[in-house]
């Protein structure tokens, strides 16, 4: 199973799938890694692994548009299997679901439907929950939409920040992501 990982932040999720794949742990083949800005950890990360790396820089399109048929036809040019979305901050177009119609693989902090959008782990605190955890789901056109393929809890604890609550949730999201990748490689998407 061919994949091309898209990220936009830190990358310590796409650091567990490279981790998988060296260990021997997960069978797939990482076609390339992309982002949509220079400078993150998550590329620093890829080229220290030795990743085909890409950057279609969103500040760098005069619209949207350019920019997501970009980003589409280069995914596109690595044929994958699965594309996975992890940390990945864009809304991509319908044009891109539908260029990886039902291969396109988003991570969220959150146990969606609630809580989507670029803030999973504030919103969940600001709501006063006292259970959330993370989402492995197809993604659709939609704002962190699209069916669940798997999930886990994660208990919000009264002394959590943010960040601390975040870091835990991703300590499962990075083994969550890695299963699901793991079983998708058995019998990947057509
Ligand atoms: C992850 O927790 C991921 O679920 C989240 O960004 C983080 C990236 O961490 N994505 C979203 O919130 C998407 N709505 P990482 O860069 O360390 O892998």
Redesign the pocket.
Known sequence: MRIVVL??????????VIDAVKSGELDVEIAAVGADREG???VERSSEAGLDTFVVNFNSFPTRDEWDAALTAKVASYAPDVVV?????RIVSPDFIDAFDGKYL?????LLPAF??????RDAMAYGVKVTG??VHWADAG??TGPIIAQEAVTIEPADSEETL?ER??VV??RLLVQTLAALAATPPK
């Open positions: 990220v936009s932040g830190t990358g310590s999720n796409l650091q567990a993150t950890y998550g979305s992890s940390g990945f901050m988003n991570t969220h902090p959150a989507p959008g670029a803030h999973g782990v993370c989402t704002v962190d975040h949730i991703k999201e990075r």
